[in-house]
């Protein structure tokens, strides 16, 4: 529907913000009277109509205070569109989308080879197929190794956005492959340490998301902002997130959001909020339903060491070393990466517990790892752990932060 009812951008804004209908209204009154001088008729019933659909184009003066107030870039973004204007507003959103590639500094590649000139469902399910098999290669090498093929296929499906004639439904459908596409480029270039790129990346794929209708994914992509942004925009991000879901969301992608929503508090020091997080998440896995591709990662093992981290970042070891402990048995080398950021939070917990030996030698492992991975994340945990480990005084701790600190990751100097 993208929106022809309900106006589910607008309510998504006003829950990020904490706002009741009735306190929205009252702060849009205030808003226009500081800018008119004269106060409007704006009530509770008033914003409620603008997410029911009911009014599609307010007052400019309002429009502005709503803009304003709920944080957003334009009225599109809030869902709010002249009825005569939505095809146009749809061809602006593709373009947004495009200028998100241009001020991330990817403009998109030409791409040689013969070009589709009308595009069907099976050829939508093609490309997801050999997308999903390149998402794999993520397990096993870092960002510097694969940004370039998840790229190449977002630009490719731009590409055929823009050259192509089909369904509304198969547009819909290649737009949605557009923000898996672009989260994954995002998550990579974060992977490799270009956080502008992987920012412009993650908002090109919240934008695509919205205009596919596909909540999940919009609020995924609010989760990888958080990643990437500092403390407290983390936690405002995790919160628009979750706040986004539908009812009836799909229990993984509750798991997945509300995790990673557990970790931003987290690292904000905020035990019981974290504490909570992880137990909606839990709760989202149990539920047992289909998961989206994006998402059907998530597993009971992976929420084992979220949780892990969750409970060393708050040095709580006695509920830290065990899920991590679990999650690190049998797990395989070739996966160097995530094996090695998971093993210094492990030997974090046991810093905090007063296990000296295992600690170093669990940064060791770690060490062992993470210079043979184009990530630049693994070298950081393990100078943040060779970093604590020497204040404690641990022996072999001043060796292990002078190896750490003069090794490079594999990783160009550009994307």
């Given amino acids: 529907m993208r929106g022809e009812l309900m106006n589910e951008q607008f309510k998504t804004f006003r829950l990020a913000t904490g706002l009741t209908q009735a306190q929205l209204a009252e702060l849009v009154c205030d808003h226009v009277e500081r800018a008119t001088g004269h106060r409007p008729a704006t009530d509770e019933q008033a914003i409620s109509r603008i997410e029911c659909g009911e009014i599609a184009w307010p007052r400019r003066a309002t429009r502005q205070a709503l803009v304003a107030l709920l944080s957003s870039d334009s009225e599109a973004s809030l869902g709010l569109y002249p009825r005569r204007t939505k095809r146009d507003a749809d061809k602006d959103e593709a373009t ?12 998109a590649p030409l791409l040689g080879g013969r070009m589709l000139v009308r595009v069907g469902a099976i050829d939508v399910e093609r490309m997801r197929r050999k997308f999903r098999t390149l998402e794999a290669l993520d397990s096993e090498n870092g960002g510097g190794d694969t940004f370039h093929l998840y790229f190449t296929e977002l630009a490719r499906t731009e590409q055929i956005l823009r050259a192509t ?9 290649l737009i949605e492959l557009a923000a898996q596409q672009a989260q994954q480029a995002g998550w990579a270039a974060f992977d490799a340490g270009f956080d502008d790129i992987a920012l412009g990346l993650f908002n090109y794929g919240r934008r695509a998301a919205r205009e596919s209708g596909n909540r999940e994914l919009e609020a995924n992509s609010l989760v990888h902002i958080a990643y990437a942004t500092g403390q407290s925009e983390s936690i405002e991000a995790a919160d628009a ?3 986004a879901l539908r009812q009836g969301a799909p229990g993984t992608a509750v798991a ?8 931003s508090l987290a690292t ?16 989202g896995l149990d539920g047992g ?3 989206p591709s994006w998402c059907s990662w998530m597993n009971h093992a992976e929420l084992d060491i979220m949780a892990g981290r969750v409970w060393s970042v708050l040095r709580r070891p006695e509920r830290a070393i065990p899920p991590l402990q679990r999650a690190l048995e049998g797990y395989p080398d070739a996966w160097a990466r995530d094996k090695a950021l998971y093993l210094t939070w492990l030997a974090d917990a046991y810093l905090d517990a007063g296990d000296r ?3 170093l030698d669990t940064a060791e492992q770690a060490f062992a790892l993470a210079g043979n991975v184009a990530s630049v994340r693994p070298l950081v945990r393990v100078r943040e752990t060779a970093q604590r480990a020497l204040a404690a ?3 072999g701790a001043e060796d292990l932060a002078r190896r750490a600190t003069a090794a490079r990751a594999p990783i160009p100097v550009q994307l």
């Fill in 256 to 263: 997945m959001l509300q995790s990673r929503r557990a970790w």
């Fill in 241 to 243: 997130a979750c706040a």
């Fill in 268 to 283: 904000a020091g905020d035990e019981s909020g974290a504490a909570r997080a992880l137990d909606v998440a839990r709760s």
């Fill in 357 to 359: 030996a295992q600690a």
């Fill in 393 to 395: 005084r641990v022996a």
């Fill in 289 to 291: 339903d289909d998961s």
């Fill in 165 to 173: 004639s089909r369904r509304l439904e198969v547009t819909d459908q």
């Fill in 96 to 107: 947004k989308r495009r200028q998100f590639l241009a001020l991330a500094g990817l403009a």
